[in-house]
């Protein structure tokens, strides 16, 4: 784990735990929140939405024990939640997310990366793209894992 790495996680873990949890009281709705930062998994900056008609996208994929995804990258702000399973994500830079059920990611946008599910079920995510009209959220990259 590079220093930048632990740098932006312990940064986001500060500010998910320091947001504090509301103790419900019978019946009254909580809400938690998940993850919110500037910056993706990796460190990057996060970039400016695109100009355009907004269009937000949510896709649940799932991705088969012992397997590993294409690389890939996003050209538009994206964010999920681990439904189920774990999941490692790895991007060209050579940094590593490891993921388990419940935990959030803000993807990384325009690098290329791919995830691994190295366990024995399915994961799966539930992931939220914020793009523009005509844009794709996922391009996939000719270099082989």
Same mark, same amino acid.
């Given at each position: 784990?590079?220093?930048?790495?632990?740098?932006?996680?312990?940064?986001?873990?500060?500010?998910?735990?320091?947001?504090?949890?509301?103790?419900?009281?019978?019946?009254?709705?909580?809400s938690e *929140?998940?993850? $919110?930062?500037?910056?993706?998994?990796?460190?990057?900056?996060?970039?400016?939405?695109? =100009? /355009?008609?907004p269009k @937000?996208?949510?896709?649940?994929?799932?991705?088969?024990?012992?397997?590993?995804?294409?690389?890939?990258?996003?050209?538009?702000?994206?964010?999920?939640?681990? *439904?189920?399973? $774990?999941?490692?994500?790895?991007?060209?830079?050579?940094?590593?997310?490891?993921?388990? =059920? /419940?935990?959030?990611? @803000?993807?990384?946008v325009n690098?290329?990366?791919?995830?691994?599910?190295?366990?024995?079920?399915?994961?799966?995510?539930?992931?939220?793209?914020?793009?523009?009209?005509?844009?794709?959220?996922?391009?996939?990259?000719?270099?082989?894992?």
């Open positions: 784990m590079t220093l930048r790495t632990l740098l932006t996680f312990l940064t986001s873990s500060f500010l998910l735990f320091s947001c504090g949890k509301e103790k419900p009281a019978s019946g009254n709705p909580v *929140l998940v993850a $919110e930062s500037y910056l993706s998994w990796n460190g990057d900056s996060l970039p400016a939405y695109p =100009a /355009g008609k @937000i996208t949510i896709v649940k994929v799932t991705i088969p024990p012992h397997s590993t995804l294409p690389n890939h990258y996003h050209p538009v702000i994206n964010a999920g939640v681990l *439904l189920s399973g $774990e999941l490692t994500v790895v991007d060209v830079k050579g940094n590593v997310l490891e993921m388990k =059920a /419940g935990d959030p990611i @803000i993807e990384v690098t290329i990366h791919h995830g691994v599910n190295k366990g024995d079920v399915p994961a799966e995510i539930l992931v939220f793209y914020a793009g523009a009209d005509e844009m794709k959220i996922v391009v996939k990259d000719s270099v082989s894992n």
